[in-house]
């Protein structure tokens, strides 16, 4: 089993950047395909990037260009950048984990019901 463990949310203001940081326990980290989404107050909880277990990497089109995705193996952690906030990003933001399965047939999942570990989530609060 993985335990997550977000950090780096807080208050912003707009234009501001801010360096979310997800620890992960465990020994098979590299195995792992990464992810960040968020939830923002009355709506689903929503894909925004993704680092496989390859070192690829995807955006969802709301932060694509503003937004780094990367991971620190020797760390056991993930890392998310994001530049240009703006008040629509706010939001709860979650740090999921995929273990490789050989029947994947992807290189990218963007549900929710993809992943298998969940970090309690840190909460990110961009002000205008």
């Known amino acids: 089993q993985v335990q997550l463990v977000e950090s780096g949310g807080g208050l912003v203001q707009a234009g501001d950047s801010l360096r979310l940081s997800c620890a992960a326990s465990?020994?098979?980290?590299?195995?792992?395909?990464m992810a960040w989404f968020r939830q923002a107050p009355g709506k689903e909880r929503a894909f925004v990037a993704t680092v496989t277990w390859t070192a690829a990497t995807d955006y969802a089109d709301s932060v694509k260009g503003r937004s780094t995705i990367s991971r620190d193996n020797a760390k056991n952690t993930v890392y998310l950048q994001i530049n240009s906030l703006k008040p629509e990003d706010t939001a709860v933001y979650y740090c999921?984990?995929?273990?490789?399965?050989?029947?994947?047939?992807?290189?990218?999942?963007?549900?929710?019901?993809?992943?298998?570990?969940w970090g309690q989530g840190t909460q990110v609060t961009v002000s205008s």
């Open positions: 465990g020994r098979t980290f590299s195995s792992y395909t």
């Open positions: 999921a984990a995929r273990g490789t399965r050989y029947s994947d047939r992807y290189n990218y999942y963007y549900s929710s019901s993809d992943y298998d570990y």
